[in-house]
C-alpha cells in the first residue's frame, strides 16, 4: 500500500482535509487544500468539484 498521504497541489503543503478539483486546461485532478480551493474557485469557469479526500 502506499502511503495515505496528498500534498497540496498548489501551495504542496500536506494536509489532513484535501479537495479534488478541477481548475484549468487541460482539465486534470489534483488535490488542494482549503485555502487554495478558496483562490482557484474564484471567477473559475473551469472549476469542477469531485469530492472531499479525508485520511
Ligand atoms: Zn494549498
Known amino acids: ?3 495515505r498521504i496528498k500534498h497540496c ?5 500536506d494536509f489532513s482535509t484535501m479537495y479534488r478539483v478541477q481548475y484549468k486546461n487541460p482539465k486534470e485532478w ?3 487544500c482549503k485555502e487554495c ?5 474564484k ?3 473551469l472549476y469542477t ?3 472531499t479526500w479525508k485520511r
Open 9 to 13: 497541489n498548489l501551495c504542496n503543503v
Open 49 to 51: 468539484y469531485g469530492g
Open 1 to 3: 500500500m502506499k502511503q
Open 30 to 32: 489534483v488535490f488542494v
Open 43 to 45: 471567477d473559475n469557469p
Open 37 to 41: 480551493l478558496l483562490e482557484v474557485k
